[in-house]
């Protein structure tokens, strides 16, 4: 009964000294010891050590000190990331670019190459690039602009029929400074976007083609990026998403790419050579009177990833001019060489319509898989030169065979393996 009653006591003193704010030290004795008491159910005892340690946890039940809690670290916020751009393969190239660029309208320039044109602007920022005989013996070239557009670009000069048809594979915005009667024509009838937009500096000069002061006409017309674009959208031109004509892959390795290699093609009055390189594996672009090519808008040669060279019928227009201009067999089919990753197949072209693209076979009969980048075709009339030679593939290195492990060398006096048993 007494023991009962001392009990309690101390128990009521206990729950006094927790109410009051804390347990004196010495005042109640928790834990082993000769006179402690058993402690209550749920309270937290001290460390062993015997001293009260301040920063121990609070007991269960009783609401800690303010001052005494330890605050929560804030949070980091972590930055939020950014979406990942969607890419497409432009339809004209290969390259991987927004779907915006991916999107854009067409336009198609005809450039001037006559002696004194050279050297023309706006080359390297092409999709593609058209080369076909014109009267006299003179090339032109057709600059087809799509995921990329020009700081400059020019001479532009007269259209011709036959480009015409190439540049409505595209429905093309189709640039140039008046025309062959025959195309004029056609581009009365059919450019408003039957088969191209009609972009004629007749109609738009001074305002998006200018001529230059450096340069006598008719070899002075130029435009740029800004003017080309208001243009196309002035003629009537819109961005829509276009489907690609020709399949495209990345580079080889540099292992599968040949050493050198050389495509030549002769007009009358330029003759034309690509010598590839392996390793940029483009082929670098040189014409009559410049060994390389150099693109003044960027001061870099021209060097596009494949080149086509095309064989054509091509015939005198007799439309009543004394201007000697050509009409070509634009339909149809004919013998190509396609040149790409230093490799060239002999194969076929193709084109069903007017407005049909142009696709490239294999002697197979299987589409050719261009490399992602510029493609220039050059059109050359029947019996023309054409000279293509590749490049030697790069002999494979040979592996070194490790050296064999010397046997070590037995003691002497030691018996060799092979010695016989005495």
Known sequence: MRRSVKTAAATLALAAAVVGGGVATGAVHLGPGPDALPAPAGLV?????????????????????????????????RPTPLPTPVLVPAPLTGRLVTPRIAAQHPIALMIDDAPAARPQSGFNAAAVVWQAPAEGGVPRYMLVFQDQMPTDVGPVRSARYYFITWAAEWK???????????????LRAKGNGQLVYNADEFRWGGIYYRRIRTRFAPHNVYSDAKSLQIMATRVGAENEPLKAVWRFAPDVPLAAR????????????????????RASNTYKRGVKGYTKQIDPADGKQVAPKNVVVMMMSFAPLNDGSSKHRLEAKVTGSGKAWIATNGRTIVGTWKKASLAGPTRFYDEAGKPVILTVGQTFIQVMPLGSKVTVKDGPLPLPRPIPTPAATPSPTPAAGAASPSASPH
């Open 45 to 77: 005892t001290a460390a062993a050590s015997g001293s009260p340690d301040p920063a121990a946890s609070p007991i269960v039940g009783v609401e800690a000190s303010p001052s005494a809690a330890t605050p929560s670290p804030s949070p980091t916020p």
């Open 258 to 277: 040949p050493s050198g290699g050389i495509i030549r093609v002769e007009y009358p009055y330029n003759a034309i050579t690509y010598r590839y390189d």
């Open 172 to 186: 093309a915005v189709y640039g140039h400074v008046g025309g062959s009667p025959q195309a004029m024509a056609t």
